[in-house]
């Protein structure tokens, strides 16, 4: 426990500089009197550690002095090493200097953790795309990326239904959500949300902005996605599925919708179960289901039995002409 300790106040020295002890006890959670027992077994052990007392005073490493040790657990070694997407990183411009990066962690692991990581790499990849679906084009990713790197305002064209708009805006964050990135951007005074494959032009002004006070990004992101699933339309459906063919009403609507649905009654002689679910795309509902029949029989809403039979009746049309 000790070890670990010693090693963490070197590094907090390291990357930090001089530090009070308080501000160190704070840190470590311990008292002001383990901190300088520390401090006096780290000089013992040749590292080149001192305090200087008064104000503006406070434990300092010699000026220069770098130590190998990364203080990294097992665990910790193989977290940094899963955490890094290549693919994102790539579209980010920054492919190459998180290869860098990864490379000089290695070099400075010890021998045990060194191994352990490489195993990961070869044995797990993250791939944060979505199924079924081509990667969408960002040629301006890191023209984006710079802008809210450096807090300069964003001059875009933002392509919009059928026309393409100029929007000038200050940049805050960037979200990748399910292998789509987005913009999170402040434009007169509101925050907005820009699909990132929609920029069409993108010129970073020579114009600097404040960033508001106290923003954080993720919980603005969490907060803005609750937002958006409760105003998302939505239809209650009923549905008879036999037990065998529920694979089939999963491929229409999700393994998680499945999961949510209510049982309506016991099932039928025939083993087919009434269920209620929910769907969020009441628009698109006649062209899925039409796919999963004659497994998957809608029963209410009538309105929906109806857009079916529409749909198949012009199948059958369509498919009838020579």
Known sequence: MRASRLVQLLLLLQARGGQTAEALARELEVSVRTVLRDVDALSASGVPIYAERGPGGGIRLVEG???RLTGMTADEAEALFLSGIPGPAAELGLGTVVAAAQLKVMAALPAELRSRASRLVERFHLDAGPWFQGTEP???LATVAEAVWAARVLEMGYRRDDETVIRTVEPIGIVLKAGIWYLVARIEGQMRTYRVSRIETARVLDQPFDRPPDFDLATWWAESRAAFEREVPRISIVVRVPSEDM???ADVVGNRVVREAVGIGPPDAHGRQVLR??????????GRFVAAAPAVEVLEPTRL????LAVARAAVESYSRP
């Open 247 to 249: 694979w089939r009403l």
């Open 138 to 140: 960002v040629p301006h």
């Open 65 to 67: 002095y770098r130590t």
């Open 277 to 286: 679910i929910v769907v969020e795309w009441p628009a698109e509902a006649a």
């Open 305 to 308: 039995r109806d857009e079916l």
